[in-house]
């Protein structure tokens, strides 16, 4: 099993929902953050008084994949968060060692 | 004496012109006294509580959602209890000391603990013969108090001990606004204008910056000067805020400033036009101007905001919406549309540099500008008024109440170097006070400033307790 992490724009992710679901992923889990990398900041000017703001809103999505599904879900969310300019966000994908799903108690790939 | 007397504001009771009337050898039969028209008396009321409005909540939330939501319902009580506190005091002695005869800086004792502030009182107004509800100037002239102690707070906002802000406003109330309403706005009233002997009696018991003709139509000194400059003393006493410079001290809520810059606006047509204090042409006038010289000024500083610093901003537009009503305020009924347009335009371009080049100058963190835009707006207002009421540029020029017509040889020289003194008068005067106040504020257990902490924490919750918003 792989955990796959991406960090994404944030106005792509119904684009890469929606292709990781056509994918046959099944969850993911989102989160609201914010980085920095080589996309730049923004200045903000506030009458004579002007702020740097490095850091650039993203948002993470997690997905625990079987095997199987590595290669499928990293294309799906290359192609769908991909816009060809700086800051379209990274993906990291994890050795997972073990999954449960809390109702069943079920194991690993079935829990996934 | 060759004083000529300005179409200016605020008054007296009957009561003083029925003195003067003596003081000035006359004893007239008991004419009839004159009855308040019923139009005027509407529009007075209507006038002080939108002013009251622009208090509550339009500056708290123009000043609000400039700070930060941890300061957020910190300013909004400063606001909030500066306005009571300052309410209370003017019903208590404020109006007497600054509305009664007395000497050239401060009023008299008539009216103290409301003594003789009966339905059937009447103030004078600026025609002869006319009258108002002297309850209804009463409370006009309350708003205006309390609005420009409020204004202050904008400068030490976000570090300053709440006892410190009480102690302070009394004590700057009491010696700077009071006195400084009585300067500027204090005469006997036009019935007391029957020849030139008896202008020349009314003249001398009239405010020390009246009497000399300064022309402040609704409060370019008085109101805005006066506060601006405490605001800076107070900026430079308390201290910078932690962070200042270095860290983003961002504003929280843009939308709640426009919001709260435009209740300002709507409540500023009862703040000019009711400056009239009739329901006139004089009044329409002024009301003309405080809605178009904001849209000058919106144009002006939002172009040099463009242009210098490449976006025009929403709390561009915003400030200078304020500083166009700012500037207009002591020309409202002195000045054609012409020379509102002009002004509008002037403050505009002024406070966008008050704010920035003026406020790096200055070295002082005057939290959310007060000086930047009430200072330098009211300095640009006032000095404009002198050239803008003349005649010849289309303002309605300077009443002469014995010819009962308007005064010929308007000097626009003459007019600034007087408008110039008033602005020195009011720079100086409410300066000193505001150190001295500031300085016995200081004396207080924990003295101006919150500790550090409560500083980081936020002043909702380490002075007042409560949380503006869920975290």
Redesign the interface.
């Known amino acids: 099993m792989k955990l796959i992490v991406a960090i994404i724009r944030p106005f792509k992710l119904d684009d890469v929902r929606e292709a990781l679901s056509d994918a046959g992923v099944s969850g993911i889990t989102v989160t609201e953050v914010k980085g920095y990398g080589r996309q730049k900041g923004h200045t903000e000017l506030y009458r004579g008084a002007e702020y740097v703001v490095d850091f650039v809103p993203k948002i993470r999505i997690e997905a625990a994949v079987p095997d199987s599904l590595e290669d499928i879900a990293i294309e799906a969310i290359t192609t769908a968060a991909r816009t060809d300019k700086i800051g379209d966000g990274k993906i990291f994908v994890l050795e997972l060692q073990h999954a449960v799903r809390i109702r069943t108690g079920e194991t690993d790939d079935e829990a996934l | 004496m060759k004083l000529l007397f300005t179409f200016c504001k605020k008054m007296p009771v009957a009561a003083a012109a029925a003195a003067l009337l003596l003081f000035s050898g006359e004893l007239f039969a008991q004419a009839a006294a004159p009855v308040p028209n019923k139009g005027d008396t509407a529009w007075l009321l209507v006038c002080a509580a939108i002013v009251i409005f622009m208090t509550l909540p339009g500056l708290g939330l123009f000043y609000g959602g400039l700070v930060r939501s941890r300061n957020m319902l910190s300013v909004l009580m400063q606001c909030v209890l500066v306005f009571a506190l300052v309410a209370v005091l003017w019903t208590l002695y404020g109006y007497s000391l600054a509305f009664t005869p007395g000497n050239a800086f401060f009023g008299g004792w008539d009216r103290l603990f409301m003594k003789g502030l009966t339905p059937e009182a009447t103030a004078a107004t600026f025609s002869k013969g006319v009258v108002v509800p002297e309850l209804g100037y009463f409370a006009f002239q309350a708003a205006f108090a309390c609005i420009t102690c409020a204004l202050v707070v904008g400068a030490f906002a976000e570090r300053i001990r709440f006892s410190a802000v009480l102690v302070f406003t009394t004590i700057w109330f009491t010696f700077a606004y009071v006195p400084m309403a009585h300067m500027v706005w204090f005469w006997p009233g036009p019935d007391a204008f029957t020849d030139q002997a008896a202008a020349d009696a009314a003249t001398a018991a009239s405010g020390f910056l009246f009497k000399r003709g300064a022309l402040d139509f609704a409060g370019g000194t008085v109101v805005h000067i006066n506060a601006a400059v405490a605001g800076l003393v107070g900026a430079w006493l308390v201290g910078k805020r932690i962070g200042y410079g270095h860290e ?4 929280h809520n843009l939308p709640l400033t426009m919001t709260g810059a435009s209740i300002l606006w709507v409540g500023w047509f009862g703040f000019n036009a009711g400056s009239a204090l009739e329901a006139n042409g004089s009044a329409a006038l002024a009301f003309v101007n405080t809605l178009i010289a904001p849209c000058a000024a919106i144009l002006a500083w939002t172009a040099g905001e463009w242009i210098g ?3 025009p ?1 929403m ?2 537009a915003a ?1 200078g919406a304020v500083a166009g009503l700012v500037g207009i305020t002591p020309a409202a009924g002195f000045v054609g549309l012409g020379g509102a347009l002009v002004i509008g335009f002037a403050a505009g371009l002024a406070c966008l540099w008050g ?3 003026l ?2 100058l200055l070295r002082a963190d005057d939290a959310l ?1 007060v000086f ?1 835009v009430h200072g330098v707006g009211g300095i640009v207002g006032a000095l404009l008024t002198g050239v803008f009421a003349a005649p010849s540029l289309g303002g309605v020029g300077i009443y002469d109440y014995v010819a009962n017509r308007t005064a010929d040889g308007y000097s626009i020289g003459g007019q600034l170097l007087i408008q110039g003194t008033g602005v020195v008068v009011t720079l100086i005067w409410s300066g000193l006070v505001a150190f001295i106040a500031f300085k016995l504020a200081s004396l207080l257990p924990g003295g101006l400033r919150v500790a550090a902490d409560e500083e980081r924490e936020g002043l909702d919750i380490t002075s007042h307790g409560e949380s503006a918003y869920d975290r």
Request: positive net charge; hydrophobic residues 20%.
């Open positions: 983003a001290i961002r504003p610093k490449g976006k901003s709390l561009g400030s704010v920035s080049g406020k790096r500008d930047g």
